[in-house]
Protein backbone atom coordinates (compact mmCIF):
# COMPACT_ATOMS: atom_id res chain seq x y z
CA UNK A 1 0.00 0.00 0.00
CA UNK A 2 1.76 3.48 -1.33
CA UNK A 3 1.66 6.23 1.46
CA UNK A 4 -0.78 8.57 -0.19
CA UNK A 5 -3.69 5.96 0.16
CA UNK A 6 -7.05 7.18 1.65
CA UNK A 7 -7.68 4.74 4.65
CA UNK A 8 -8.89 5.06 7.83
CA UNK A 9 -5.43 4.50 9.15
CA UNK A 10 -4.07 7.90 7.37
CA UNK A 11 -6.73 9.46 8.50
CA UNK A 12 -6.30 8.56 12.11
CA UNK A 13 -2.12 9.08 11.26
CA UNK A 14 -2.87 13.10 9.60
CA UNK A 15 -5.60 13.13 12.90
CA UNK A 16 -2.49 12.64 14.98
CA UNK A 17 0.18 14.86 13.23
CA UNK A 18 -2.38 17.74 13.02
CA UNK A 19 -3.14 17.49 9.18
CA UNK A 20 -0.21 18.48 8.59
CA UNK A 21 0.59 15.30 6.07
CA UNK A 22 -1.79 15.62 3.50
CA UNK A 23 -0.06 16.21 -0.24
CA UNK A 24 -1.84 17.51 -3.30
CA UNK A 25 -4.69 15.09 -4.79
CA UNK A 26 -3.09 15.48 -8.45
CA UNK A 27 0.06 17.05 -9.79
CA UNK A 28 0.00 20.33 -11.75
CA UNK A 29 1.32 18.99 -14.94
CA UNK A 30 3.08 21.20 -17.46
CA UNK A 31 2.66 20.07 -20.91
CA UNK A 32 5.19 18.00 -22.42
CA UNK A 33 6.14 17.99 -26.30
CA UNK A 34 3.99 14.83 -27.38
CA UNK A 35 1.77 12.32 -25.62
CA UNK A 36 0.85 8.80 -26.98
CA UNK A 37 -3.37 10.05 -26.20
CA UNK A 38 -4.27 13.42 -25.53
CA UNK A 39 -7.86 14.01 -24.17
CA UNK A 40 -9.57 17.43 -24.48
CA UNK A 41 -11.56 18.09 -22.05
CA UNK A 42 -10.46 18.10 -18.12
CA UNK A 43 -14.86 17.19 -17.02
CA UNK A 44 -16.09 14.08 -15.61
CA UNK A 45 -16.02 12.17 -18.76
CA UNK A 46 -13.04 13.37 -19.78
CA UNK A 47 -10.85 12.51 -16.35
CA UNK A 48 -13.16 8.96 -16.01
CA UNK A 49 -11.49 8.43 -19.59
CA UNK A 50 -8.27 9.18 -19.04
CA UNK A 51 -8.13 6.38 -15.59
CA UNK A 52 -10.01 3.70 -17.31
CA UNK A 53 -7.40 3.90 -20.45
CA UNK A 54 -4.40 4.24 -17.40
CA UNK A 55 -6.06 1.28 -15.16
CA UNK A 56 -7.45 -1.14 -17.36
CA UNK A 57 -5.67 -0.54 -21.36
CA UNK A 58 -2.55 0.19 -19.83
CA UNK A 59 -1.95 3.28 -21.65
CA UNK A 60 1.04 5.46 -20.64
CA UNK A 61 1.86 8.24 -21.80
CA UNK A 62 -1.64 10.09 -21.41
CA UNK A 63 -2.59 13.61 -20.83
CA UNK A 64 -6.00 15.71 -20.03
CA UNK A 65 -5.91 19.13 -21.33
CA UNK A 66 -8.22 21.40 -19.75
CA UNK A 67 -9.41 25.09 -20.68
CA UNK A 68 -9.79 26.36 -17.04
CA UNK A 69 -9.70 24.11 -13.71
CA UNK A 70 -10.70 20.64 -13.05
CA UNK A 71 -14.21 20.43 -11.81
CA UNK A 72 -15.55 23.59 -12.96
CA UNK A 73 -17.78 23.05 -16.25
CA UNK A 74 -20.34 20.79 -16.53
CA UNK A 75 -19.81 17.99 -13.61
CA UNK A 76 -19.62 21.07 -11.09
CA UNK A 77 -22.87 22.14 -12.66
CA UNK A 78 -25.73 19.23 -12.36
CA UNK A 79 -27.94 17.63 -10.25
CA UNK A 80 -25.92 14.67 -9.31
CA UNK A 81 -28.10 11.74 -10.17
CA UNK A 82 -27.36 8.61 -10.85
CA UNK A 83 -30.02 5.95 -12.86
CA UNK A 84 -30.42 3.60 -15.35
CA UNK A 85 -33.92 3.40 -16.40
CA UNK A 86 -33.62 4.07 -19.91
CA UNK A 87 -35.74 2.10 -22.60
CA UNK A 88 -33.81 1.91 -26.14
CA UNK A 89 -31.48 -1.05 -26.82
CA UNK A 90 -28.39 1.50 -27.69
CA UNK A 91 -28.61 3.35 -24.35
CA UNK A 92 -29.99 0.48 -21.77
CA UNK A 93 -26.47 -1.62 -21.72
CA UNK A 94 -24.71 1.95 -21.90
CA UNK A 95 -26.25 3.00 -18.72
CA UNK A 96 -26.42 -0.43 -16.55
CA UNK A 97 -22.86 -0.41 -17.49
CA UNK A 98 -22.59 2.82 -15.71
CA UNK A 99 -24.70 2.13 -13.00
CA UNK A 100 -22.48 -1.18 -12.31
CA UNK A 101 -19.06 0.88 -12.45
CA UNK A 102 -20.96 3.98 -9.95
CA UNK A 103 -21.46 0.98 -7.74
CA UNK A 104 -17.72 0.02 -7.38
CA UNK A 105 -16.22 3.44 -7.70
CA UNK A 106 -15.14 4.39 -4.43
CA UNK A 107 -13.04 1.26 -4.42
CA UNK A 108 -11.75 1.64 -8.10
CA UNK A 109 -10.92 5.34 -7.25
CA UNK A 110 -9.85 4.88 -3.74
CA UNK A 111 -11.92 8.50 -3.46
CA UNK A 112 -15.34 9.09 -1.28
CA UNK A 113 -17.69 10.12 -4.19
CA UNK A 114 -20.43 9.82 -1.51
CA UNK A 115 -22.11 7.18 -4.36
CA UNK A 116 -26.13 6.52 -2.53
CA UNK A 117 -28.34 3.98 -3.62
CA UNK A 118 -31.16 6.21 -2.13
CA UNK A 119 -33.93 4.94 -5.26
CA UNK A 120 -34.84 7.08 -8.19
CA UNK A 121 -38.25 7.05 -8.70
CA UNK A 122 -40.54 8.79 -11.89
CA UNK A 123 -44.12 9.17 -10.87
CA UNK A 124 -46.77 8.67 -13.71
CA UNK A 125 -50.37 10.68 -14.12
CA UNK A 126 -52.41 9.24 -16.44
CA UNK A 127 -53.47 5.64 -18.20
CA UNK A 128 -51.34 5.93 -21.08
CA UNK A 129 -48.57 7.09 -18.74
CA UNK A 130 -48.58 4.25 -16.81
CA UNK A 131 -48.48 1.82 -19.73
CA UNK A 132 -45.53 3.60 -20.73
CA UNK A 133 -43.57 3.66 -17.55
CA UNK A 134 -45.04 -0.37 -17.78
CA UNK A 135 -43.04 -0.81 -20.80
CA UNK A 136 -39.78 0.87 -19.86
CA UNK A 137 -39.61 -1.37 -16.82
CA UNK A 138 -40.67 -4.49 -18.75
CA UNK A 139 -37.71 -3.27 -21.08
CA UNK A 140 -34.90 -2.67 -17.97
CA UNK A 141 -35.95 -5.81 -16.33
CA UNK A 142 -35.81 -8.04 -19.45
CA UNK A 143 -32.21 -6.65 -19.79
CA UNK A 144 -31.28 -7.25 -15.98
CA UNK A 145 -32.11 -4.10 -14.15
CA UNK A 146 -34.37 -3.45 -11.35
CA UNK A 147 -37.12 -1.57 -11.70
CA UNK A 148 -40.50 -1.68 -9.53
CA UNK A 149 -43.97 -0.29 -10.93
CA UNK A 150 -45.51 0.98 -7.59
CA UNK A 151 -49.25 1.97 -7.52
CA UNK A 152 -50.82 5.19 -5.59
CA UNK A 153 -51.22 3.58 -2.36
CA UNK A 154 -47.33 2.51 -2.67
CA UNK A 155 -46.31 5.88 -3.38
CA UNK A 156 -48.43 7.01 -0.93
CA UNK A 157 -46.55 5.35 1.87
CA UNK A 158 -43.59 6.30 0.72
CA UNK A 159 -44.14 10.25 -0.02
CA UNK A 160 -47.42 10.99 2.13
CA UNK A 161 -46.48 14.56 1.48
CA UNK A 162 -46.91 14.87 -2.26
CA UNK A 163 -50.32 16.29 -3.95
CA UNK A 164 -52.40 13.46 -4.27
CA UNK A 165 -55.45 15.62 -4.88
CA UNK A 166 -54.22 17.63 -7.59
CA UNK A 167 -57.04 17.34 -10.21
CA UNK A 168 -55.02 17.76 -13.31
CA UNK A 169 -52.28 15.73 -12.85
CA UNK A 170 -53.31 13.58 -9.92
CA UNK A 171 -50.50 10.74 -8.82
CA UNK A 172 -51.60 7.34 -9.92
CA UNK A 173 -47.82 5.59 -9.08
CA UNK A 174 -44.53 5.48 -10.08
CA UNK A 175 -41.57 3.47 -11.60
CA UNK A 176 -39.01 3.09 -9.00
CA UNK A 177 -35.00 1.92 -9.74
CA UNK A 178 -34.07 1.34 -6.16
CA UNK A 179 -30.20 0.84 -7.23
CA UNK A 180 -30.70 4.77 -8.63
CA UNK A 181 -29.69 7.46 -6.40
CA UNK A 182 -27.38 10.19 -6.60
CA UNK A 183 -22.75 10.82 -5.90
CA UNK A 184 -20.97 13.96 -4.99
CA UNK A 185 -19.81 15.68 -8.28
CA UNK A 186 -17.01 17.17 -7.59
CA UNK A 187 -15.79 14.44 -5.63
CA UNK A 188 -16.50 12.26 -9.18
CA UNK A 189 -14.16 14.81 -10.95
CA UNK A 190 -11.46 14.91 -7.86
CA UNK A 191 -11.41 11.37 -7.48
CA UNK A 192 -11.10 10.36 -10.74
CA UNK A 193 -7.82 12.96 -11.47
CA UNK A 194 -6.62 11.34 -8.56
CA UNK A 195 -6.29 8.06 -9.30
CA UNK A 196 -5.94 9.10 -12.54
CA UNK A 197 -2.81 11.28 -11.73
CA UNK A 198 -1.75 8.66 -9.68
CA UNK A 199 -1.25 6.20 -12.95
CA UNK A 200 0.73 8.93 -14.42
CA UNK A 201 -1.89 10.92 -16.62
CA UNK A 202 -0.93 14.41 -16.90
CA UNK A 203 -3.70 16.74 -15.65
CA UNK A 204 -2.99 20.10 -17.68
CA UNK A 205 -4.96 22.97 -16.36
CA UNK A 206 -5.31 26.69 -17.98
CA UNK A 207 -4.87 24.76 -20.80
CA UNK A 208 -7.15 25.72 -24.23
CA UNK A 209 -6.49 24.20 -27.46
CA UNK A 210 -6.57 26.77 -30.03
CA UNK A 211 -6.17 24.74 -32.67
CA UNK A 212 -6.07 21.06 -34.16
CA UNK A 213 -3.19 20.27 -36.39
CA UNK A 214 -4.21 17.86 -39.11
CA UNK A 215 -0.85 16.39 -41.61
CA UNK A 216 -2.46 14.19 -44.26
CA UNK A 217 -5.36 13.91 -43.22
CA UNK A 218 -4.38 12.64 -39.77
CA UNK A 219 -4.89 14.37 -36.66
CA UNK A 220 -1.18 14.80 -35.12
CA UNK A 221 -1.09 17.41 -32.33
CA UNK A 222 -3.40 20.37 -30.97
CA UNK A 223 -2.26 24.21 -30.26
CA UNK A 224 -2.70 25.33 -27.07
CA UNK A 225 -2.38 28.66 -25.25
CA UNK A 226 0.25 26.65 -23.26
CA UNK A 227 2.43 26.19 -26.34
CA UNK A 228 1.84 22.89 -29.45
CA UNK A 229 1.50 19.08 -28.33
CA UNK A 230 1.86 16.66 -30.92
CA UNK A 231 -0.39 13.29 -30.24
CA UNK A 232 -0.81 10.01 -31.51
CA UNK A 233 -4.61 9.88 -30.89
CA UNK A 234 -6.95 13.16 -29.82
CA UNK A 235 -10.13 12.53 -27.54
CA UNK A 236 -12.67 14.82 -27.62
CA UNK A 237 -14.75 15.46 -24.61
CA UNK A 238 -15.47 18.85 -24.30
CA UNK A 239 -19.92 18.41 -23.29
CA UNK A 240 -20.96 21.79 -24.53
CA UNK A 241 -18.11 23.46 -26.19
CA UNK A 242 -17.42 19.75 -28.19
CA UNK A 243 -18.97 21.90 -31.39
CA UNK A 244 -16.76 24.93 -31.30
CA UNK A 245 -13.44 22.18 -30.60
CA UNK A 246 -14.54 19.85 -33.21
CA UNK A 247 -14.59 23.33 -35.65
CA UNK A 248 -11.50 23.74 -35.24
CA UNK A 249 -10.93 20.69 -37.13
CA UNK A 250 -13.20 21.21 -39.93
CA UNK A 251 -16.00 19.31 -38.03
CA UNK A 252 -19.54 19.88 -38.18
CA UNK A 253 -21.85 17.95 -35.07
CA UNK A 254 -25.35 16.98 -35.51
CA UNK A 255 -25.15 18.76 -31.36
CA UNK A 256 -26.51 22.64 -30.73
CA UNK A 257 -25.62 23.77 -27.33
CA UNK A 258 -28.38 24.91 -24.94
CA UNK A 259 -28.47 25.77 -21.38
CA UNK A 260 -30.16 23.76 -18.50
CA UNK A 261 -30.56 25.17 -15.27
CA UNK A 262 -30.26 23.86 -11.67
CA UNK A 263 -31.69 25.12 -8.26
CA UNK A 264 -30.74 24.21 -4.82
CA UNK A 265 -33.22 25.80 -1.81
CA UNK A 266 -32.01 26.55 1.69
CA UNK A 267 -31.18 23.36 3.91
CA UNK A 268 -33.79 22.09 5.36
CA UNK A 269 -34.35 18.63 7.64
CA UNK A 270 -34.44 15.58 6.08
CA UNK A 271 -37.85 14.55 4.24
CA UNK A 272 -37.01 13.20 0.73
CA UNK A 273 -35.48 10.80 0.63
CA UNK A 274 -34.31 9.73 -2.58
CA UNK A 275 -35.09 11.00 -5.98
CA UNK A 276 -38.64 12.16 -7.50
CA UNK A 277 -39.50 13.12 -10.77
CA UNK A 278 -42.82 14.51 -11.64
CA UNK A 279 -44.19 12.96 -14.79
CA UNK A 280 -46.88 15.38 -15.93
CA UNK A 281 -43.82 18.07 -16.66
CA UNK A 282 -40.12 18.14 -16.45
CA UNK A 283 -39.52 18.20 -12.78
CA UNK A 284 -36.87 15.82 -10.12
CA UNK A 285 -36.07 16.87 -7.01
CA UNK A 286 -33.66 15.35 -4.23
CA UNK A 287 -32.19 16.69 -1.03
CA UNK A 288 -28.34 17.04 -0.56
CA UNK A 289 -26.16 15.48 2.65
CA UNK A 290 -26.58 19.67 4.06
CA UNK A 291 -29.98 19.56 3.69
CA UNK A 292 -30.61 21.71 1.00
CA UNK A 293 -33.10 20.70 -2.07
CA UNK A 294 -31.42 20.16 -5.34
CA UNK A 295 -34.07 20.63 -8.23
CA UNK A 296 -34.12 21.09 -12.15
CA UNK A 297 -36.44 21.16 -15.14
CA UNK A 298 -36.24 21.84 -19.03
CA UNK A 299 -33.45 23.60 -20.85
CA UNK A 300 -34.01 27.35 -21.44
CA UNK A 301 -34.71 25.83 -25.12
CA UNK A 302 -32.18 28.14 -27.16
CA UNK A 303 -28.91 27.72 -28.60
CA UNK A 304 -26.53 29.32 -25.78
CA UNK A 305 -23.23 29.31 -24.40
CA UNK A 306 -24.05 31.70 -22.00
CA UNK A 307 -23.88 29.33 -18.61
CA UNK A 308 -27.00 31.10 -17.08
CA UNK A 309 -30.68 30.95 -18.13
CA UNK A 310 -33.81 33.03 -18.18
CA UNK A 311 -36.20 33.96 -15.78
CA UNK A 312 -39.66 31.72 -17.89
CA UNK A 313 -37.57 28.19 -17.47
CA UNK A 314 -37.02 29.04 -13.54
CA UNK A 315 -41.11 30.03 -13.25
CA UNK A 316 -41.81 26.73 -14.90
CA UNK A 317 -39.68 24.67 -12.76
CA UNK A 318 -41.31 25.97 -9.65
CA UNK A 319 -44.48 25.64 -11.00
CA UNK A 320 -44.17 22.21 -11.40
CA UNK A 321 -42.46 21.74 -8.54
CA UNK A 322 -45.61 23.52 -6.16
CA UNK A 323 -47.89 21.12 -8.35
CA UNK A 324 -45.86 18.48 -7.21
CA UNK A 325 -45.48 19.04 -3.79
CA UNK A 326 -47.24 22.51 -2.33
CA UNK A 327 -45.21 22.17 0.90
CA UNK A 328 -41.97 23.67 -1.01
CA UNK A 329 -44.47 26.87 -1.93
CA UNK A 330 -42.33 28.65 1.16
CA UNK A 331 -39.36 27.36 1.01
CA UNK A 332 -36.29 30.65 -0.46
CA UNK A 333 -34.02 29.33 -3.58
CA UNK A 334 -30.78 29.82 -2.45
CA UNK A 335 -28.79 29.74 -6.00
CA UNK A 336 -29.31 28.83 -9.14
CA UNK A 337 -26.77 28.19 -12.19
CA UNK A 338 -26.54 27.00 -15.34
CA UNK A 339 -25.17 24.44 -17.18
CA UNK A 340 -24.07 24.03 -21.39
CA UNK A 341 -25.53 21.31 -22.83
CA UNK A 342 -24.04 19.59 -25.85
CA UNK A 343 -27.82 18.70 -26.98
CA UNK A 344 -27.48 15.78 -29.88
CA UNK A 345 -30.30 15.58 -32.56
CA UNK A 346 -32.01 12.62 -30.68
CA UNK A 347 -31.03 13.06 -27.06
CA UNK A 348 -28.58 10.31 -27.11
CA UNK A 349 -25.11 10.83 -26.39
CA UNK A 350 -21.89 9.80 -29.63
CA UNK A 351 -18.81 7.88 -28.37
CA UNK A 352 -17.24 6.93 -32.17
CA UNK A 353 -14.58 8.10 -34.55
CA UNK A 354 -14.52 10.84 -36.49
CA UNK A 355 -13.43 10.96 -40.09
CA UNK A 356 -10.58 12.41 -39.19
CA UNK A 357 -7.76 9.44 -38.72
CA UNK A 358 -6.37 9.75 -35.10
CA UNK A 359 -9.53 12.13 -34.04
CA UNK A 360 -12.36 10.30 -31.73
CA UNK A 361 -15.24 12.21 -30.39
CA UNK A 362 -17.22 11.97 -27.01
CA UNK A 363 -20.15 14.29 -27.13
CA UNK A 364 -24.06 15.25 -27.14
CA UNK A 365 -25.00 14.49 -23.56
CA UNK A 366 -27.70 16.46 -23.56
CA UNK A 367 -29.42 16.18 -19.74
CA UNK A 368 -27.44 13.07 -19.27
CA UNK A 369 -23.84 13.65 -19.25
CA UNK A 370 -23.13 13.03 -15.03
CA UNK A 371 -24.93 9.55 -14.87
CA UNK A 372 -22.60 8.35 -17.62
CA UNK A 373 -19.57 9.22 -16.08
CA UNK A 374 -17.86 6.29 -15.49
CA UNK A 375 -18.98 4.47 -18.51
CA UNK A 376 -18.55 7.23 -20.99
CA UNK A 377 -14.98 7.18 -20.18
CA UNK A 378 -14.55 3.52 -20.11
CA UNK A 379 -16.11 3.30 -23.72
CA UNK A 380 -14.32 6.01 -24.87
CA UNK A 381 -10.95 4.21 -23.28
CA UNK A 382 -11.95 1.42 -25.08
CA UNK A 383 -12.43 3.12 -28.20
CA UNK A 384 -9.12 5.19 -28.18
CA UNK A 385 -7.26 1.95 -26.83
CA UNK A 386 -8.42 -0.18 -29.40
CA UNK A 387 -10.26 1.43 -32.18
CA UNK A 388 -13.32 -0.63 -31.87
CA UNK A 389 -16.23 0.26 -29.84
CA UNK A 390 -17.14 -1.01 -26.17
CA UNK A 391 -19.49 -3.54 -26.46
CA UNK A 392 -21.61 -2.01 -24.86
CA UNK A 393 -21.41 1.40 -26.71
CA UNK A 394 -21.67 0.02 -30.68
CA UNK A 395 -24.73 1.54 -31.17
CA UNK A 396 -23.59 5.41 -29.66
CA UNK A 397 -21.89 6.42 -33.84
CA UNK A 398 -21.43 9.55 -34.71
CA UNK A 399 -23.10 8.84 -38.49
CA UNK A 400 -26.47 7.00 -37.05
CA UNK A 401 -27.90 10.27 -38.01
CA UNK A 402 -26.99 9.71 -42.10
CA UNK A 403 -27.80 6.16 -42.25
CA UNK A 404 -31.58 6.65 -39.98
CA UNK A 405 -30.25 4.60 -37.38
CA UNK A 406 -30.94 7.26 -34.62
CA UNK A 407 -31.41 6.11 -30.73
CA UNK A 408 -34.14 8.45 -30.29
CA UNK A 409 -34.68 7.94 -26.55
CA UNK A 410 -37.35 10.63 -26.47
CA UNK A 411 -39.17 9.99 -29.58
CA UNK A 412 -39.00 13.97 -30.35
CA UNK A 413 -36.30 13.32 -33.62
CA UNK A 414 -34.31 15.69 -34.81
CA UNK A 415 -35.10 19.11 -32.32
CA UNK A 416 -32.48 19.18 -29.65
CA UNK A 417 -34.64 21.91 -28.04
CA UNK A 418 -37.45 18.95 -27.42
CA UNK A 419 -35.22 17.00 -26.15
CA UNK B 1 -34.05 37.94 -22.32
CA UNK B 2 -36.61 40.14 -24.04
CA UNK B 3 -36.67 40.09 -28.18
CA UNK B 4 -37.29 43.52 -30.03
CA UNK B 5 -40.35 42.10 -32.24
CA UNK B 6 -40.63 43.95 -35.64
CA UNK B 7 -44.29 44.32 -35.02
CA UNK B 8 -45.04 44.79 -31.28
CA UNK B 9 -41.81 46.43 -29.64
CA UNK B 10 -39.83 45.16 -26.68
CA UNK B 11 -41.31 41.56 -25.29
CA UNK B 12 -40.86 39.22 -22.95
CA UNK B 13 -39.44 35.78 -24.56
CA UNK B 14 -42.05 33.75 -22.78
CA UNK B 15 -43.96 35.01 -25.92
CA UNK B 16 -41.63 33.08 -28.39
CA UNK B 17 -41.12 29.93 -29.26
CA UNK B 18 -37.81 29.09 -30.78
CA UNK B 19 -37.49 26.91 -34.10
CA UNK B 20 -33.56 27.10 -34.51
CA UNK B 21 -30.88 27.87 -37.02
CA UNK B 22 -32.08 30.12 -39.87
CA UNK B 23 -29.36 30.00 -42.04
CA UNK B 24 -30.39 26.47 -43.00
CA UNK B 25 -31.72 25.92 -46.50
CA UNK B 26 -34.32 22.76 -47.42
CA UNK B 27 -32.84 21.07 -50.34
CA UNK B 28 -35.00 21.62 -53.24
CA UNK B 29 -34.95 17.69 -54.73
CA UNK B 30 -38.10 17.00 -52.93
CA UNK B 31 -36.02 14.34 -50.91
CA UNK B 32 -37.53 11.39 -52.66
CA UNK B 33 -33.88 9.64 -51.88
CA UNK B 34 -31.64 10.33 -48.96
CA UNK B 35 -28.82 12.61 -49.69
CA UNK B 36 -25.87 14.03 -48.18
CA UNK B 37 -27.70 16.97 -48.47
CA UNK B 38 -30.97 15.86 -46.64
CA UNK B 39 -28.85 14.72 -43.87
CA UNK B 40 -26.87 18.00 -43.49
CA UNK B 41 -29.99 20.04 -43.38
CA UNK B 42 -32.08 18.17 -40.84
CA UNK B 43 -29.11 17.11 -38.17
CA UNK B 44 -25.83 19.02 -38.64
CA UNK B 45 -25.47 22.62 -36.94
CA UNK B 46 -22.73 24.96 -37.14
CA UNK B 47 -23.69 25.50 -33.81
CA UNK B 48 -22.01 28.68 -33.84
CA UNK B 49 -20.90 30.56 -29.73
CA UNK B 50 -21.14 34.25 -31.25
CA UNK B 51 -23.67 35.97 -33.33
CA UNK B 52 -26.09 33.39 -34.92
CA UNK B 53 -29.31 33.62 -36.84
CA UNK B 54 -32.27 32.09 -35.83
CA UNK B 55 -35.87 31.92 -36.35
CA UNK B 56 -38.65 32.62 -33.27
CA UNK B 57 -42.59 32.45 -33.17
CA UNK B 58 -44.05 35.36 -31.97
CA UNK B 59 -47.25 33.08 -30.87
CA UNK B 60 -48.35 35.68 -27.98
CA UNK B 61 -48.00 38.65 -29.95
CA UNK B 62 -48.10 39.22 -33.58
CA UNK B 63 -47.81 35.67 -34.73
CA UNK B 64 -44.97 37.14 -37.14
CA UNK B 65 -41.81 34.55 -37.95
CA UNK B 66 -38.93 36.81 -37.22
CA UNK B 67 -35.29 36.02 -38.34
CA UNK B 68 -33.38 37.51 -34.85
CA UNK B 69 -29.77 37.82 -34.72
CA UNK B 70 -28.54 36.73 -31.18
CA UNK B 71 -24.81 36.68 -29.07
CA UNK B 72 -25.25 32.72 -28.12
CA UNK B 73 -22.88 34.19 -25.72
CA UNK B 74 -24.45 36.83 -24.08
CA UNK B 75 -27.53 36.59 -25.27
CA UNK B 76 -27.52 40.18 -26.75
CA UNK B 77 -30.07 40.87 -29.62
CA UNK B 78 -28.02 41.91 -32.46
CA UNK B 79 -30.82 42.38 -35.14
CA UNK B 80 -34.85 41.74 -35.95
CA UNK B 81 -36.18 41.32 -38.85
CA UNK B 82 -39.76 39.35 -40.41
CA UNK B 83 -38.42 36.47 -41.93
CA UNK B 84 -40.84 36.67 -44.84
CA UNK B 85 -38.51 39.39 -45.58
CA UNK B 86 -35.59 37.36 -45.15
CA UNK B 87 -36.93 34.99 -47.49
CA UNK B 88 -37.91 37.60 -50.37
CA UNK B 89 -34.21 38.93 -49.96
CA UNK B 90 -32.72 35.49 -50.32
CA UNK B 91 -34.92 34.70 -53.35
CA UNK B 92 -34.41 38.22 -54.83
CA UNK B 93 -30.76 38.10 -54.35
Known sequence: MSADRYSVFSLLREALRGQTGWKPAWRDAAPQSAYDIIIVGGGGHGLATAFYLASR?????????????????????????????????????????????????????????????????????????????VRRGNSMRLQGIDAELLDQTAVRAMLPFLDYANARFPILGGLLQKRGGTARHDAVAWGYARAADRLGVDIIQNCEVTGI?????????????????????IGLACAGNSSRVAALAGLRLPIES????????????????????FGAGHFYISQSDKGGLVFGGDIDGYNSYASRGNMPVIEDVCESGMAL??????????????????????GSPIIDRTPIDGLYLNAGWCYGGFKATPASGLCFAHLLARDEPHPVGTLLRLDRFARGAVVDEKGVGAQPNLH | ?????????????????????????RPTDGGAVPTAAWSDYVYLRDN??????????????????????????????????????????????
Not at chain 1, 85 to 113: H, K, R, T
Not at chain 2, 59 to 77: E, F, K, M, N, Q
Request: net charge positive; charged share 20%.
Open chain 1, 57 to 133: YGAKKVAVVERGWIGGGNVGRNTTIIRSNYLLPGNVPFYEQSMQLWEGLEQDINYNAMVSQRGVLNLFHSDAQRNAY
Open chain 1, 213 to 233: TIEQGRAVGIDTTRGAIRAGK
Open chain 1, 258 to 277: HVLQAFVSEGLKPFIDGVIT
Open chain 1, 325 to 346: MPRIGRVRMLRHWGGVMDMSMD
Open chain 2, 1 to 25: MRIPCVCCGDRGVDEFSYLGDATRH
Open chain 2, 48 to 93: PAGPHKELWYHGSGCRSWLVVTRDTRTHAILGVALARDVALARDAS
